[in-house]
């Protein structure tokens, strides 16, 4: 269930950019739960992709509550479901008031880039907790340790990733605010703005809105090749994290080269989500580093029913 919730938390996050991408926002009207006052959709684009959004979002709900009641129980084997289930289920109810807000009481792009943050959130929280169970059910030992020359650069890794991931929701929410601006197209050329040396940082501008998300998106490009740098060192004794840094630079590679796809294309709905889509994996990417980097927890427990690797040994707590 927890990888049918995170499966199923991604498809929302991309049908909301689809939403959002398409500007079928308010394709039912300012009407919620229902399409302009009826049960079933009116026969538009616009509001078929909005009703069928909230329909999606309905179905995933039900997915998390299952997951919360059946994870919450582990939480003792498990200790970082403490704050991981609690936070998927918070964020989901989060994310959907927001959303029936925004169509009853239409309000400001800053709120609206707000929404896909918390998206981002509920998404990373749910494969989290997929992760730590696969890991469990599948009897894995003891991750294996580093070298005591290498314990330094294991705690900058841990610590670069724990900022890196951080300002990832910086990124995204800058990038879910040049589109709830409408400001996609503001600069007709990439990587400058208008071919323009200096570019334009006034945020209160189209132009500096674009460029603003260009720079940090510059800026993060940067910190997952110093984590790549480091993860080099890595790669004989903790290769899960040698793997990790190589998935965050390739995705933060292709999330440029589908930034100027954006933007040549003139906004082509498939560039879009790809960019939302990647935007998601960098984050679950950044969000997984972190939990394989967290020192465990030096508590042991046995196996139980409702996670039995295929082996006697107790799993380590996460």
Partial sequence: MAIVTAVGMFIVLLMGARVTATGSGEGCGTDWPLCHGEWLPADTYE??????????TGIEGIFVLI???????????????????PGVGLTLIVQSLMGAAAVKWPTSPQVMATHFGISLICLGSAALIAFVLME???????????????????RWFRWLLIVTFVFSIVVAYTGAYVRHTGSELACTTWPTCHGEAIPNLDPTTPEGTQTIHRLSAGIISLMIVAITAIGWTFRDTRRDLWWIAIIALINVLLQSLVGRWVIYSGLALMATLTHAALMSTLFVTLAEGIRRTWPRSSTRYAATDA???????AVTGD
Avoid: C, M, N
């Avoid at 997951?67 to 289930?85: G, Y």
């Avoid at 003891?142 to 330094?152: I, K, L, W, Y």
């Fill in 47 to 56: 509001s078929l992709t909005e009703y069928s959004h909230r329909f999606v």
């Fill in 67 to 85: 997951t919360v009641i059946l994870a919450w129980p582990l939480r003792k084997q498990f200790p970082s479901f403490r704050i991981l289930v």
């Fill in 307 to 313: 996670v039995r690797p295929r082996s006697s040994q």
């Fill in 136 to 154: 469990a059910k599948t009897g894995k030992p003891e991750r294996p340790q580093v070298r005591a020359t290498q314990q330094d650069a294991l």
